[in-house]
């Protein structure tokens, strides 16, 4: 029985699967009730309970005929190494609170010792007086059977209840067995011990016995010598050698014993040397490249602004690193919304420019930079306020963040009498530097659900006292000044308006539209500020490097913005378009906009400056647009963060073009909060930035070469199983992915959830940092269906507990859950950290499709043994599993 070809010559394993499925329908016909719960008109009627004890070939038929019939399911057998096949038909598998391994010789249980033996008594007493049918199968070749079930727990069983004792033959593993008779208890418990439980199938059992049989006889004849109507006995057969006892009137029994197999040569075990020296190393390059960039900035600084301004830079962007790091992933969403909300401060740009335009046609670029800008701060906030309150829960304290608008309104009023009065004009540096610390509070309060609404609070009342400040500074008369407040009013109807229609699944591309935004304003107050110069050929090296800067990054945040959003939104197909030119064309592309800006940086006349900036317009707009078109969607949550950095950086150049501190301060800090989360995504996919930006695919841990082929069969199962396999578990991990955000399937789910959270399951979620198609878009979408956020986890957190889960249930997640990652060194995903899913006893995956994910690496967890699919629309599958497990609950 140890060769798996010899199992086909095994009549015992044969006979003992009928016996197995036979005690079912006996135990059937002797329950007074369904096997299956039912839900009638007159009531509900539960489903049966069976015990089977003993996991062999006969308890293995009985627990999966009883689980096609509809009973919940438990199992107990004194070898733990079954546990895995009892679970992967369904049921439960009983473990006794003693440690002792009952595995034996040939797959067979061994005795047990005294201690053992009482405490599996304590349990099965307790399983006895719980469930309705009992089936023992628990026999030891050669010796008595051993004793499982006593008169004693027999007598606390239910009256209707029964059992089966497939060991009555040889003695029987329940106490009030009598053998091949049919006994009933003063309880009224049924009890069988029928020996011929095989012969009560008999076309069945004759039919296995001689295929048995005739395989035995095929084996040692065509099959070994591949000769027709030759009976040849192959001695070098292990299976055929074992079984042959004489040969010719000579006696072969027993079989030589196989020779010992070859010693393997130890290998030479190489200890790998640690480096300690290393990281010391590279850590004092960092220090002396930071030390030369900074020395070498103060080398090149034309006058003590340049130099003040760049310790604004570098300190914001040092306080931006720290600020963004700890936020927690939960709250990535809001953070992204709000750092595009504070990055509409472009709007200052445009300020300053209507305040000193010269020209109808800087005029208008200023007006559409604060229009546009204006646009994107109050629909950032309006959408920030939106996904925060998401997270909001009904028995949460009340809270009173509007009384902050006191002090706001405070600050303003003092600072607008202050600027008025002409005796402070140092007021409007300071209200400059409050706006700044307000904007950093903004981010830094996202680092707890407790916080998050007071840092949206103060980034409200940052870029307020901001745009205030700017118009204090700027003084305008009071037609400019009637202009930007129209200007400003209509953009923020425009974002009101938008920012109210948002749905949560339609977060990813409007944050990239609004992205797409701030690249325009950027770019168009850096063009209207060259132009509107009264001589652009005496213009300083620095002002001219912010101007084309500012121009190039705003163009690629805003073509590239466009192209993500056509892709998050459908209107562009997700797959990259993989030109065979794509990298001669990007370097084509850079080296035109880096040969229009060396123009510009020449000082030439106003004319001559113009056309070369708006060379660089149009060639790094084509860049950004080129770049994103080849990035695949799977890389978007990336794309996202480095849009949202990009931005960040355009607002920084504006703010060395103009001299305005906090247009610094605030971009460096968007500029820093983009990186750090670009960097978050980027290990939490294993990728490299460059690899990402230049739309290649592959972790930095692929093999390169020919990726594994993943071989077998999904299967399939259906909602009622999965009905039944979720309230028969004690816990539950369920992964979400993109297809949950795509289906709106989060309120049933929640509905689902709740239900098993009431029958007492232990269920959770488990969010990858780059679920969905932005950082913690999933987070959001639970929060907005009511899910409770202390039970939804992230991956460092939850990876562990999958070996100790009962279900892990997949919903329209894939490369997330791809164990190729693991396995696959030569994957393109190899390395990319994963929600280990398939460690769970059991798996279910719910999809429309079998189809490969955005990474388009096959996923081998759909193949698995413990791994079951569930095809269909996530919304309309979540209904369905509510509503059943509802019925069963």
Request: hydrophobic share 45%; proline share 4%; charged share 15%.
């Amino acid at each position: 029985r140890t060769l798996s070809r010899g199992q086909t010559y095994d009549a015992l394993s044969s006979q003992a699967n009928i016996t197995g499925y036979r005690a079912v329908v006996e135990a059937g016909n002797e329950f007074g009730r369904f096997f299956a719960g039912q839900m009638t008109a007159a009531g509900k009627v539960p489903p049966a309970k069976v015990l089977v004890v003993g996991t062999g070939v006969a308890g293995l038929a009985a627990i999966q005929t009883a689980k096609n019939m509809g009973a919940i399911v438990r199992a107990f057998d004194v070898r733990p190494v079954t546990k895995e096949q009892v679970e992967a038909m369904g049921g439960q598998f009983l473990e006794v609170d003693y440690e002792e391994d009952g595995s034996g010789a040939g797959g067979y249980a061994k005795e047990m010792s005294k201690e053992w033996h009482a405490a599996a008594a304590e349990m099965l007493a307790k399983q006895c007086a719980e469930v309705d049918i009992v089936i023992t199968t628990a026999a030891i070749p050669g010796r008595k059977a051993p004793l499982m079930i006593t008169k004693e727990m027999v007598a606390g069983m239910k009256s209707g209840s029964v059992t089966v004792d497939l060991a009555a033959e040889s003695g029987g593993n329940i106490g009030t067995t009598v053998k091949d008779e049919k006994f009933v208890t003063d309880n009224g418990v049924t009890c069988l011990g029928y020996t011929d439980l095989a012969s009560r199938l008999p076309t069945t059992s004759s039919s296995l016995y001689s295929n048995n049989i005739s395989k035995f006889l095929l084996s040692m004849g065509p099959q070994t010598t591949k000769t027709k109507e030759y009976m040849y006995i192959d001695h070098d057969d292990d299976a055929v050698r074992g079984m042959l006892a004489s040969e010719k009137g000579a006696l072969m029994w027993p079989a030589p014993l196989p020779p010992p197999p070859a010693k393997k040569e130890a290998k030479e075990i190489v200890v790998e040397e640690i480096d300690y020296k290393a990281p010391y190393v590279l850590g004092a390059k960092q220090a002396g490249y930071l030390s030369a960039g900074c020395l070498g900035m103060g080398c090149i600084s034309p006058d003590p602004a340049f130099s003040a301004m760049f310790t604004t830079f570098a300190l914001s962007n040092i306080i931006g690193v720290q600020v963004v790091m700890g936020v927690t992933h939960a709250l990535h969403s809001p953070l992204m919304a709000v750092t595009n909300a504070i990055s509409g401060t472009t709007a200052l740009g445009g300020m300053h420019l209507l305040a000193h335009s010269n020209s109808a046609g800087v005029t208008t670029l200023a007006a559409l930079a604060t229009t546009l800008s204006t646009v994107n701060i109050v629909g950032g906030f309006i959408v920030t306020k939106k996904m925060l309150d998401m997270f909001k829960r009904p028995d949460d304290p009340p809270e009173y963040y509007h009384l902050y608008g006191i002090p706001a309104a405070g600050s303003l009023a003092f600072y607008g009498a202050g600027s008025m009065s002409g005796h402070v004009p140092e007021i409007d540096s300071a209200a400059a530097t409050l706006s700044g610390l307000l904007c950093i509070g903004g981010i830094a309060g996202l680092s707890s659900q407790s916080t998050a609404r007071l840092g949206a609070a103060s980034g409200q009342a940052g870029v307020a006292l901001g745009v205030v400040s700017t118009l204090g500074h700027l003084h305008p008369d009071m037609a400019t000044t009637a202009q930007i407040g129209g200007l400003m009013a209509a953009g923020g109807v425009a974002g009101k308006y938008i920012g109210d229609r948002v749905e949560p699944t339609s977060l990813p591309q409007t944050v990239a539209a609004f992205h797409s935004l701030v690249g325009i304003a950027a770019s168009a107050a850096a063009v209207g500020d060259y132009a509107n110069a009264e001589s652009a050929a005496d213009l300083d090296k620095v002002h001219l490097a912010s101007v084309y800067l500012a121009t190039i990054i705003g163009s690629v945040t805003c073509t590239g913005s466009l192209v993500a959003f056509g892709k998050l939104d459908g209107r562009m197909a997700s797959t990259p378009m993989a030109h065979p030119a794509r990298d001669q064309i990007n370097m084509g592309l850079g080296a035109a906009t880096l040969g229009a800006g060396a123009v510009v940086m020449g000082g030439p006349e106003v004319g001559t400056g113009l056309a070369a900036l708006g060379g660089a317009l149009g060639t790094s707009g084509a860049l950004g647009w080129h770049m994103t078109a080849s990035i695949g969607g799977a890389d978007m949550p990336v794309v996202i963060t480095v849009l949202n950095s990009y931005s960040g950086w355009a607002l920084c150049a504006e703010g060395f073009m103009l001299d305005m501190p906090i247009m610094t301060t605030v971009g460096a800090l968007i500029g820093c909060s983009g990186a750090a989360l670009t960097k978050i995504m980027c290990d939490a996919m294993n990728r490299d930035i460059l690899s990402v930006i230049l739309g290649g695919y592959g972790t930095k841990a692929s093999g390169g070469g020919e990726a594994m082929k993943f071989e077998g069969e999904a299967t399939q199962t259906t909602v009622d199983e999965t009905c039944k396999l979720l309230m028969e578990s004690s816990s539950v991990i369920i992964v979400p992915g993109y297809g949950l955000a795509v289906a709106k399937g989060q309120y049933p789910l929640k509905e689902m959830v709740e239900v098993l959270r009431a029958a007492g399951k232990k269920v959770r979620f488990g969010i990858h940092p780059v679920a969905g198609r932005m950082p913690g878009q999933l987070n959001v979408l639970l929060a907005e269906a009511g899910v409770p956020y202390d039970i939804v986890e992230e991956l460092e957190e939850i990876n562990d507990d999958f070996d100790s889960t009962d279900v892990a249930l997949v919903i329209g997640a894939n490369d997330t859950v791809n164990s190729a990652a693991e396995d696959d060194p030569n994957s393109e995903i190899a390395g990319m950290p994963v929600m280990r899913v398939w460690k769970a006893n059991q798996v279910i995956v719910m999809k429309r499709s079998l189809a490969a994910g955005y990474a388009g690496v096959d996923n081998p967890v759909f193949l698995k043994d413990n791994t079951d699919m569930l095809l269909g629309d996530a919304k309309e599958t979540c209904e369905k599993l509510a509503a059943g497990c509802k019925a069963l609950a």
